[in-house]
């Protein structure tokens, strides 16, 4: 890529990408992010910083606290986006937790902000309700798929 073009990630966004590498594999992170494996393996070895804006939408819809605008919001708003969901499908936390295939007490906690989920929960939380993750946590104001 020519020098000027695309994003230039920050070393906190390389972390929170080398932080999901954490919990899935390089195929797994492709299908999540819709990134190339071979772009996540040259972020991950230090080769490459910089990004397409594309690929980086993609790491900002789909990886939790990858976005800088995710660190403006206000925390409060982003949990709020799960029982908002919820309640827009009229169920109750019991079934949310019964259908999503989550325990009750991490949904609770999690909507009253005592627990942060790993991003596996968020994930599941994300394709439950069908919306990106991003969304979920406030990273975004993009909703849909």
Request: with cysteine.
């Amino acid at each position: 890529m020519k020098e000027g073009l695309g994003v230039e990630l920050t070393d906190r966004q390389i972390q929170v990408i080398k932080d999901h590498k954490e919990s899935y594999s390089f195929k797994e992170l492709t299908e999540l992010t819709g990134v190339t494996r071979n772009v996540l393996f040259r972020i991950c070895n230090g080769d490459r910083k910089r990004v397409s804006k594309v690929t980086y939408a993609r790491f900002a819809n789909t990886l939790y606290h990858f976005d800088k605008s995710y660190t403006g919001k206000n925390e409060l708003e982003a949990v709020n986006r799960v029982s908002e969901l919820r309640e827009e499908l009229g169920l109750t936390d019991q079934q949310l937790a019964e259908q999503a295939g989550i325990g009750i007490k991490l949904i609770r906690s999690v909507e009253n902000q005592y627990n942060e989920p790993s991003p596996a929960t968020w994930q599941k939380l994300a394709d439950f309700f069908g919306v990106w993750v991003g969304y979920l946590v406030g990273a975004t104001d993009r909703r849909v798929r």
